[in-house]
Structure formats: structure tokens, C-alpha cells
């Protein structure tokens, strides 16, 4: 019996790791695989398999495949949640399959359970940062009049978790946002200073230091 879990359990591992090497899936959130006997090996079966789906819907050649796609995704996502709640990585698969359907509050709201004391623990702190990024950008979409602090305060612990220039972008459009130019400046000057080629960076700090350069003339 230990035999076959066993087999199962690698046959998966296998699987999943080329899959995900193959399609743009956010490894560090998906690939995150821990088996608890029966119960978990079937909560990982669900998760593969929506996993797959995800990558399928994003690469969709039509917007309602996309969606069709992406809420099968979130459905096997569900089922592995029922069967292990505790496992983070089910919580934002399911985040990024109702995003990708627009139902953004909703996927904010299973970013929230990922990040929870409960769930939180199973993932490492890079991973943790990814989690808090996404969940900034979501935040930061549904934000209006400058009401950002929410994904500054994730955005501040992302970057520290090493989430990357991606991170600090997002953090100096969101000091961009509150119309705080000094912070948003310097976010968007470690941004290109970690990543040189980032075009949106450089962009926002040409038109930033115009700006500035005009107030002060």
C-alpha cells in the first residue's frame, strides 16, 4: 500500500515540475508539494490538476475559454481546500483562478486565508513575499482615491522577503497614488537599481523627475 502512495506521490512530482517549467505559473506559489497519506495525496491530485487548468486557461486563444478554464481551476482548487485547508499554495491557486476571472474581491479574499496564521506556515518566506505581492497588486486595483496603505504595509514586508524589483514598482506606484513623490522616487530608483531593464521603473522616474523639476523652477 506505502508502495503505491509512494509511486503515486513521485509519479507526481514529475508531473507537476514539468508542467510548470513548461507554462508561466508562478512556481514559488504552485510548486509547493507535501503529502499527508491518502487524504493529502488526493488534496495534491486536485491541486495538480488545477493547476494544469490555470495554465491552459491563460494560454486560452479566447476570453471564454479563458474563464470557462480558470473556474474549473478554481473548482479542483476548492476541492483540495476541503481536503487540506491548511495548505497555502490551494488558497492562491484559487486566487489567481478568480482573478483571471475578474472576480477580483473574491480572490483577495483567498489570498487573505493563504496569508492567515493557519496557512501561512506552510509556505517559505520567498513565497510568502510572492503571496504578499499579489495580494498588494489586488489591493491596489480595487483601491480608490489613494486608499493604498493596505498594500504598502504587504508590499514593505514583500520586499523584504526578497519579492524582487516587481515589488518595489508596485510600491512606488502605490507612493504615487497617496501623491508621496519622495518615497515613490526612491522605490522606483532600487527598482531599476535591481533590475536595470525595467522599462516601467525608468519610465516613472523620467516622468517624476520632470514633474519635480518643474514644481522647482
Known amino acids: 500500500m506505502w508502495y503505491d502512495i509512494l509511486l503515486q506521490a513521485g509519479i507526481m512530482l514529475v508531473t507537476v515540475f514539468m508542467f510548470l517549467a513548461m507554462h508561466d505559473i508562478p512556481q514559488r506559489f504552485l510548486s509547493k508539494l507535501r503529502f499527508r497519506g491518502r487524504k493529502g495525496l488526493r488534496a495534491k491530485q486536485h491541486f495538480v490538476r488545477g493547476a494544469q487548468l490555470l495554465g491552459q486557461a491563460r494560454s486560452a486563444p479566447s476570453r471564454s475559454a479563458a474563464s470557462s478554464l480558470a473556474k474549473d481551476a478554481a473548482a479542483e482548487a476548492d476541492r483540495a481546500i476541503l481536503l487540506d485547508p491548511r495548505d497555502a499554495a490551494s488558497h492562491i491557486l484559487k486566487a489567481l483562478a478568480l482573478d483571471l476571472q475578474g472576480f477580483r474581491t473574491s480572490a483577495l479574499d483567498s489570498l487573505d486565508v493563504a496569508l492567515s496564521p493557519l496557512a501561512s506556515r506552510s509556505l517559505s518566506d520567498r513565497e510568502r513575499g510572492d503571496a504578499l505581492f499579489r495580494r498588494a497588486e489586488l489591493k ?67 516622468r517624476r523627475g520632470c514633474t519635480l523639476s518643474q514644481q522647482s523652477g
Do not use: N, W
Open 140 to 206: 491596489f486595483a480595487l483601491s480608490r482615491r489613494g486608499r493604498v496603505d493596505s498594500a504598502i504595509d504587504d508590499l514593505t514586508v514583500a520586499v523584504k522577503l526578497s519579492c524582487g524589483a516587481k515589488a518595489l514598482l508596485l510600491l512606488g506606484q502605490c507612493h504615487e497614488a497617496k501623491k508621496s513623490k519622495e518615497e515613490a522616487v526612491k522605490a522606483y530608483q532600487e527598482a531599476l537599481e535591481m533590475e536595470p531593464t525595467l522599462a516601467a521603473a525608468r519610465e516613472a522616474l523620467d
